[in-house]
Structure formats: structure tokens, C-alpha cells
């Protein structure tokens, strides 16, 4: 089904492309704004309030907001490149606003709502970084490549963000430790719009992309590769809070931190390899592996079991996502794909919010084993769903080698 290849499309040779290395290394930098931000937005949170149920929820509907416009926010970024710097202006100021509001004793009646008006304005980096490789790449390999390298990137900084907002946090305030996400956020995005200067606007929304309302959603194949991944995201987030719940947070740190190290590895050598299937079938194959190993805790129900199970999780689940982009450019009009990508970016959030909701019932009422059996049936029936209709993922496959 693969071979291994060398030439054009190995990591470096990515990255030498022209006009790539600029705003990869800014997209790193706005990234990182977003992987810090959690523990000081909750912290913060919980020392204005003085509540740490106010402080969640307040989070919570930060992330609820953020997810759901994040496909307005792309749609408007590609259409108005300028909107980027506006979207990231608006974002530091009430991060700032929440910052000194914290510091200051914020009323809990009034977290919530501030804490929505932040959620309305981050500037979307992943969907606008993926659309760049899209354009600068030539052919699959090159693609799936360049994607695969900036998912791993990705996810890196998402793992290792909140120990740095950890840190940050204890070294000063948390407080302080927002306000510097907040400036970071700022120079990051600078960066960012200053890299993809000169870089024209996406046309009108293509009649195939679905209009202006519901833009990519009503693309044939769209929706159910945002099935796909909104399922695979629900799966990880229950095993998440199983672990948890079957040997403690101390064993769960270093189980879950197996799940980010197999994403890496996973989704590096996914990128090193040449698939003769077309992706909308890789995207399956990938989906079916993956039922298997968020599966595999409750057959091997002991930490060992769990630690490889998950490590095998992450490796599938990190190429799924870049399957997943890669099928964002075959099925999406080029209008509409920033738009797309931060759709998928949705799918996988609201997956996880699902998933921690399902999780926590699971692991208050039925034994851990269940939870990762409900887990991997979940994400299994979805797979089976969509592979009923799999001509709907029409992806393009690679001619075989000669």
C-alpha cells in the first residue's frame, strides 16, 4: 500500500521551498500563544473570581465560542488578508482587559462574558498556515509532506504549551502569565501577517463550496470527513479521562504523554511515506487502525496495555489529521479552504468537548474497561457509517511507481 521515497518532498527540501520558511516559523510563534494559554486563562480565572467553578465555566465558554466562529474567522481572513491584524488587535486588548480584570478581582457574574468576547476574535493560524503549504507545494507528496511536518509542529506546541504556562504562571502571577500570552499572541501574529504580505485574497465562495451560509459543509464527502475526525477526537478525549480515573493522576501524566510522543512519531513517518490508496480511503483504513488502539486498553487493561495502546492512538490519529487536510484540498474549491481547514479544526474541538462530557458519566458510572470499549464502538460505528458511502470521499490517488 506505501513505499518509502526520497527526493523533492522530504522535510527539508519542504522547507526550502521559497517563501515557506518565514511564515512557518511566525505560524510556530502564534501557535505557541495558544498552547500556553490554558492554565494561565484558567488560573487567572479562578484568582479573580476566587472560584474555580466560575473560573471553568468562564474557560469553557471561551473555548465553546473560539471553536464555533472559528470558521467565520477563517472565511474572513481569507477573504480580507487585512482582517488578521484587526481579529489579532482585538484579541490582545481584551486578553489585556481579562489580564487587569483578574488582577483586580473580577465578579464571576462577569467572567463569562468577557471571557465569550475574547473567544469571538482569536485569529485563525492553522487553517491560514495549511493554505499556505497548499499553494507553495507541488503535488501530493510534497503536500502531504509539508502537512505532516506542520501537524507534528502543532501538536508539539500544544503538548508542551502548558508546562511553559505552567512555569510562567508560578514565576510571576497568573495574571502576569496572561498578559504575556497576550503579547505574545500579538508578536506572533504580527509575524505572521507580515510573512503572508503580498499574498492575494481568496476569490468569491465557488458555487461548489456551498454559498456564503453554509459554505465547505455542503462540499460531497465534506461533512462525513468532519465526522471522522470529530468521532476520533471524542474517542481520545473519554480514554483521557479513563486513565485518569483508572490509575490516577500520577500514572496518567506520563500514559497520556505517550499518546503526544506517538502523534510525533506517527505523523512524521506518515509523511515519509508514498501511498498508492487515494486519501479518502486512507482516511478509513487510518480510522478503523485507531478504533482498534483507543480499544486496546480494555482488552489489555493494565497501564502497559494502556501506554501502547495510546502511543499507537496518537500515531493514528496524527495521520488522520493530515489525511484529513489533504482531503480538505482535493475536495474543497481553493475559495473556500481556509475556511474548510478551520472546520476541521471545529469537528476535532467539539469532538473533545463531547468526548469529556461522555468520559466523565463513563467514568462515574461504569467500570474503566467500559469507558475504553464505549470509546472505541463510538469512533468504530462513525467509521463504519461513513465507509457505507465511501465514493463520497473521492481523493485522489497516487499513480503506482514503475
Not at 493560524?125 to 502531504?144: A, C, H, N
Not at 483521557?240 to 510525533?264: C, I, K, R, Y
Amino acid at each position: 500500500m506505501s513505499r518509502s521515497f526520497r527526493g523533492s518532498a522530504g522535510y527539508r527540501a519542504v522547507l526550502s521551498l521559497p517563501h515557506a520558511r518565514a511564515p512557518f516559523a511566525a505560524a510556530l510563534l502564534a501557535r505557541l500563544s495558544y498552547g500556553v494559554l490554558p492554565l494561565p486563562l484558567l488560573l487567572a480565572l479562578r484568582d479573580g473570581t476566587g472560584s474555580y467553578a466560575a473560573a471553568g465555566s468562564a474557560a469553557g465558554v471561551f473555548g465553546l465560542v473560539s471553536a464555533l466562529l472559528g470558521p467565520a474567522r477563517a472565511r474572513l481572513v481569507s477573504r480580507r488578508p487585512a482582517a488578521l491584524m484587526v481579529l489579532t488587535c482585538c484579541y490582545t486588548l481584551l486578553l489585556l482587559v481579562l489580564a487587569a480584570g483578574a488582577a483586580a478581582g473580577l465578579p464571576a457574574w462577569a467572567a463569562v462574558p468577557l471571557a465569550a468576547a475574547v473567544g469571538v476574535f482569536p485569529p485563525p493560524v492553522g487553517p491560514l498556515m495549511r493554505t499556505v503549504w497548499g499553494e507553495l507545494t507541488d503535488g501530493e507528496e510534497q503536500r502531504r509532506c509539508a502537512l505532516s511536518l506542520d501537524t507534528v509542529a502543532e501538536s508539539t506546541i500544544f503538548a508542551g504549551g502548558p508546562v511553559l504556562g505552567g512555569l510562567l504562571a508560578a514565576r510571576t502571577t497568573a495574571p502576569w502569565a496572561l498578559a504575556g500570552c497576550a503579547l505574545l499572541a500579538l508578536t506572533g501574529f504580527a509575524a505572521f501577517a507580515r510573512a503572508l504580505r503580498g499574498r492575494p485574497a481568496a476569490g468569491p465562495a465557488d458555487a461548489g463550496a456551498g454559498g456564503r451560509v453554509l459554505g465547505p459543509l455542503r462540499v460531497p464527502g465534506f461533512a462525513p470527513l468532519l465526522a471522522v475526525v470529530l468521532a476520533v477526537a471524542a474517542a481520545l478525549a473519554v480514554d483521557e479521562l479513563v486513565v485518569v480515573a483508572a490509575w490516577g493522576a500520577g500514572a496518567a501524566g506520563p500514559l497520556l504523554a505517550l499518546f503526544s510522543v506517538g502523534g510525533a512519531v506517527g505523523g512524521l513517518v506518515y509523511g515519509r511515506l508514498a501511498w498508492r490508496a487515494a486519501p479518502g480511503w486512507r482516511l478509513l483504513l487510518l480510522a478503523a487502525a485507531a478504533t482498534v488502539c483507543y480499544g486496546l486498553p480494555a482488552v489489555l487493561f493494565a497501564p502497559p496495555g494502556a501506554a501502547l495502546g495510546l502511543f499507537l492512538a496518537g500515531a493514528c490519529t496524527d495521520a488522520l489529521l493530515v489525511t484529513g487536510y489533504l482531503l480538505v484540498e482535493d475536495l474543497v474549491p481553493p475559495g473556500a479552504r481556509t475556511e474548510a481547514g478551520a472546520w476541521v479544526n471545529t469537528a476535532y474541538n467539539l469532538g473533545g468537548a463531547l468526548g469529556s462530557a461522555g468520559g466523565g458519566l463513563l467514568a462515574d458510572r461504569a467500570a474503566p474497561a467500559a469507558g475504553f470499549t464505549a470509546a472505541a464502538v463510538f469512533l468504530g460505528a462513525v467509521t463504519a457509517l461513513v465507509a457505507l458511502r465511501p465514493a463520497r470521499l473521492r481523493g485522489r490517488a497516487e499513480p503506482a511507481a514503475v
